[in-house]
Structures are given as C-alpha cells and as structure tokens.
C-alpha cells in the first residue's frame, strides 16, 4: 500500500489565524489540534479547524508543497480555501 502525505491548513473558531502543516496522518494530525496536544503556534493561537488539505504521494513533495504555501501570501491561502472550501466548513468530520 502507497504511503500518502498531506498539506493542510487548521484555523481557530473566527477564521482569523491560520496554520499550515504536513503530516502522513491527517486524522491523528487534525485530532491533535483540536484537542490541544500540539504544543507552540497550534496551542496558542487555538486552530482547530481543518479548512483545506491537498493529498501527496510523496515527503518531499509534500513538504515543498507546505514551503511553497507557507512563503505565499495569507491571501493565497484564503484562495486556496476558497476554492476548495468556500464556506470554510470544518473538513475533520469527512475524513
């Protein structure tokens, strides 16, 4: 079975603050979030809402893919959930 990696961005309760991050477990991932066992930004700023995530075969592309996010503009951001998410719903209880 192929191994899949994922790219996601968490934000808090009011759409305000967001996260991006990568993980080979995004349920486990999404989890620890919402029950604040992240420690650091994800604790602090209290995201625990997983509004957009892409799916990648591979570590490295998925961590390139997470750089290439993080650099962009919070705009892009907001456009990439806008696209895949327009009403920024919670994704965590589809997975």
């Given at each position: 079975?192929?191994?899949q990696?994922?790219?996601y961005i968490?934000?808090n309760?009011?759409?305000i603050?967001?996260?991006?991050?990568?993980?080979?477990?995004?349920?486990?991932?999404?989890?620890?979030?919402?029950e604040?066992?992240?420690?650091?930004?994800?604790t602090?700023?209290?995201?625990?809402?997983?509004?957009?995530?892409?799916?990648?075969?591979?570590?490295y592309?998925?961590?390139?893919?997470?750089?290439?996010i993080k650099?962009?503009?919070?705009?892009?951001?907001?456009?990439?959930?806008?696209?895949?998410?327009?009403k920024?719903?919670?994704?965590?209880?589809?997975?």
């Amino acid at each position: 079975m192929d191994r899949q990696f994922y790219v996601y961005i968490m934000t808090n309760a009011r759409n305000i603050v967001l996260y991006t991050g990568v993980t080979n477990d995004l349920i486990r991932r999404v989890f620890q979030h919402r029950e604040d066992i992240c420690s650091g930004f994800a604790t602090k700023y209290k995201t625990i809402k997983l509004v957009y995530y892409e799916v990648c075969q591979e570590a490295y592309g998925a961590i390139r893919r997470e750089k290439q996010i993080k650099s962009g503009s919070r705009q892009d951001k907001i456009d990439l959930i806008n696209n895949m998410n327009p009403k920024w719903e919670d994704l965590y209880p589809r997975l």
